[in-house]
């Protein structure tokens, strides 16, 4: 594995870390249901136990669920099971991120033509990060001194092996001396804002502050100078799934007139996709809403219901910020048709 950019400050100093690499024979990944309280490092050496960890969101984030993929068919690879299965077995293991069923395609590809497992899941990881990076630098030309800017979910280093997409711009305009302020959304029910972003800008010492999801208007008319948020499938049209309260902030946004980009690698758009209507919504237990630490806030009598992301109209995307640039909703089809 090559180096990271996830500096990790620990009681004993400082650590680099991806959030998801292969050593030893093992895949590896930080538990990032653990975070923000203490940095537990998991080891798997069974693609199924791979898959289970996505399902389970020990890893997460688009991207690193299409790295833990990618380890999880080298495993497989390794151990000598039928590749077919195993494709459909971590295929299972959540529907909506693009991320995860182009990393096994890309594997299953690769891994039928003889392939070394290490060598081509450690080159998928390595493609996500610099493309990543790539990100970063495409998107900080986006970000100026004084600005406010805001983001929803996680989409940093922790959700895309290293680096982040849209804490990308975000990391390298702040490493290139430019100073802002950033307000990240709590993100309800799995508080991926207020435990891996604020956690990933505390470790940068990135000005910020943790914003219930309920304020984002309330600060957007204050003065909000950009959103930017990650993606998790974006379709042919430019419609685009991410966590859940993404659709509310994209409309906020075109009410107060603020440009609100989507930051993502090609891996995540899906171009057999037409519109947005086709997406899979993953549909999550009502206990993560209503329970807090495994502890019931809500009337025993009261169900609750659990999507786990929501789809965005292309009509409300300023721009996507991708390896290839930044690319209008409508150049979709000039980057469909190089790839
Ligand atoms: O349910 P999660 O935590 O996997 O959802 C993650 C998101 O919605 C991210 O914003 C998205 O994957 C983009 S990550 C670069």
């Known amino acids: 594995m090559r180096g990271s950019n996830l500096k990790v400050r620990t009681e004993d100093g400082t ?26 490092v998991v080891s798997f050496d069974d693609h199924k136990d791979v898959a289970e960890a996505i399902r389970n969101m ?40 693009n991320d995860l069923f182009f990393a096994v395609d890309h594997m299953y590809t690769l891994l039928t033509k003889g392939s ?16 990543c990076t790539k990100i970063g630098e495409y998107g900080s030309r986006l970000i100026k001194d004084g600005m406010k800017i805001m983001t929803h ?3 940093g280093a922790l959700a895309t092996v290293d680096v982040g997409t849209a804490l990308a711009p975000i990391r390298k305009a702040w490493a290139d001396g430019k100073r802002f302020f950033v307000y990240a959304s709590e993100t ?41 948020t990650g993606a998790d ?8 799934a991410n966590k859940i309260g993404t659709f509310d902030k994209a ?32 549909q999550r237990s009502g206990k993560e809403v209503t329970e807090i630490g495994g502890m019931r806030i809500a009337p025993e009598g009261s169900p609750a219901l659990n999507p786990a992301f929501d789809v965005t109209p292309a009509e409300l995307v300023t721009a996507f910020v ?12 000039r980057v469909m048709a190089d790839e």
Not at 22 to 40: C, S, T, W, Y
Not at 116 to 131: E, L, Q, S
Not at 235 to 240: I, V
Request: aromatic share 8%.
């Open 251 to 282: 409309i906020a946004a075109k009410h107060f007139g603020i440009p609100f980009y989507v930051a993502a690698p090609i891996s995540t758009f899906d171009f057999d996709m037409k519109g947005g209507k086709d997406i899979e919504i993953e």
């Open 188 to 228: 309800r029910p799995r508080l991926q804002g207020m435990q891996l972003t604020a956690w990933e800008l505390y470790q940068e010492g990135i000005d910020h502050a943790v914003i219930p999801d309920g304020a984002s208007a309330y600060y957007m008319e204050k003065g909000v100078d950009l959103i930017i």
């Open 322 to 333: 991708t390896e290839k640039g930044i690319l209008n909703p409508k150049d979709i089809r």
């Open 153 to 155: 979910c996680n989409a």
């Open 58 to 97: 020990t890893t997460r984030g688009a991207p690193s669920i299409g790295a833990a993929a990618a380890y999880g068919m080298c495993l497989a690879s390794l151990s000598g099971a039928d590749l077919d299965r195993a494709s459909k077995d971590i295929k299972a293991a959540r529907p909506t991120a």
């Open 15 to 40: 650590q680099d870390l991806r959030a998801v690499w292969f050593d030893n024979g093992k895949a590896m990944m930080i538990d990032q249901r653990e975070l923000p309280h203490r940095v537990k």
């Open 116 to 131: 070394d497992p290490v060598t081509a899941a450690d080159g998928y990881a390595d493609m996500i990060v610099d493309k």
């Open 233 to 240: 499938r974006i379709t042919a049209n430019g419609d685009f």
